[in-house]
């Protein structure tokens, strides 16, 4: 199995360096793949020319054996596919005999999304005049406004930020720059924070903190906000509103929701949240048929009688 394991570590090397994927998504597709050598291990499988399409379908049945969520089988049959496509590219094996392999489909699950309405109520009922407070209401205004995921926001810095035009530079996943919009009240609530907020948390850091000192949002000692933080954030105004397990991606929903509903254009959408792939948008616009078909059926005369 020594080839397997070396070049198994081949492979994290190439997902963190040449696929700018994070540690925390490396160390996920490690696990999944060691319990695959493992699993290999057990067959007897010792080189990279006898894996063969029927030894995948059958760790893929064992996978189901277990009962495992169809989702852990469908991620844990992708890291394969990935690691037998690395396999293929760097010469070590002829084929890759996962990539024919059906992945189990999973229901059509409908992301969460928050009302128009319900946005409005959160936002407004969020109102605290200390620095900590116009930090959080801008931090939501932001999410919500530009689309952002959680990690994003916690990554922007000030020389990200081109207010005056408008816009703001973000970094995505796989280390990908995108330009995001920003206007209306994200970018009032931005500027009142930047104003009046966060001189006052950039002090009680005392500027030891190089890494942050660049930072767009900052905690109470001074520091870069992290991705905690924020989910503790959402998840406290979502209370607000009756919503008590909000998540930082339900405003990302809702915001993608919120403009195919105000006629916005998918390639655009697909460009401000940074999405490589046209298909991901598809359950959006599922969403947005729902919509059309509630309106029409709200709307139609002869849906009435």
């Known amino acids: 199995m020594f080839a397997f394991e070396n070049a198994l570590d081949e492979y994290m090397s190439y997902l963190r360096i040449e696929q700018g994927a994070s540690p925390r998504t490396v160390e996920a597709y490690r696990r999944d793949l060691e319990g695959y050598l493992a699993f290999l291990d057990g067959q007897g499988v010792e080189d990279f020319e006898d894996v063969q399409r029927e030894t995948v379908t059958a760790y893929e049945h064992d996978l189901a054996d ?41 229901a059509e699950r409908l992301p969460d999304v928050l009302s128009i309405e319900e946005v409005g109520r959160m936002l407004d009922a969020y109102i605290d005049e200390r620095p900590s ?43 990908k720059e995108r330009i995001v919009p920003i206007a209306g009240a994200a970018d009032r609530a931005l500027r009142r924070y930047l104003a009046e907020g966060r001189p006052t948390l950039a002090r009680k850091g005392g ?6 000192a660049g930072a767009v949002f900052l905690n109470q000692r001074g520091g870069r906000l992290g991705r905690q933080s924020v989910f503790n954030l959402v998840r406290k105004a979502g209370r607000a509103i009756n919503r008590y397990d909000l998540h930082p991606h339900t405003l990302r929903h809702s915001f993608a929701t919120h403009m195919l509903k ?24 599922h969403l947005d048929r729902t919509h059309l078909h509630e309106e029409y059926a709200h709307a139609h005369p002869r849906d009435k009688m």
């Open 66 to 106: 277990q009962q495992l969520a169809v989702t852990t089988v469908r991620r844990r049959i992708s890291a394969v596919r990935g690691y037998h496509r690395f396999l293929v590219r760097e010469n070590l094996t002829a084929a890759n005999p996962a990539e024919t392999v059906d992945i189990p489909k999973t």
């Open 207 to 212: 500027g030891c903190d190089l890494a942050a």
């Open 133 to 175: 407070g116009l930090r959080d209401r801008a931090l939501l205004e932001v999410l919500y406004g530009c689309g952002l995921r959680a990690s994003e926001i916690c990554a922007l810095d000030m020389d990200n930020l081109y207010l005056d035009d408008g816009f703001l530079r973000v970094f995505g996943k796989g280390a």
């Open 262 to 285: 105000g006629g916005a254009d998918l390639r655009v959408l697909q460009e401000i949240l940074g999405h490589a792939d046209m298909s991901t948008l598809q359950v959006y616009t």
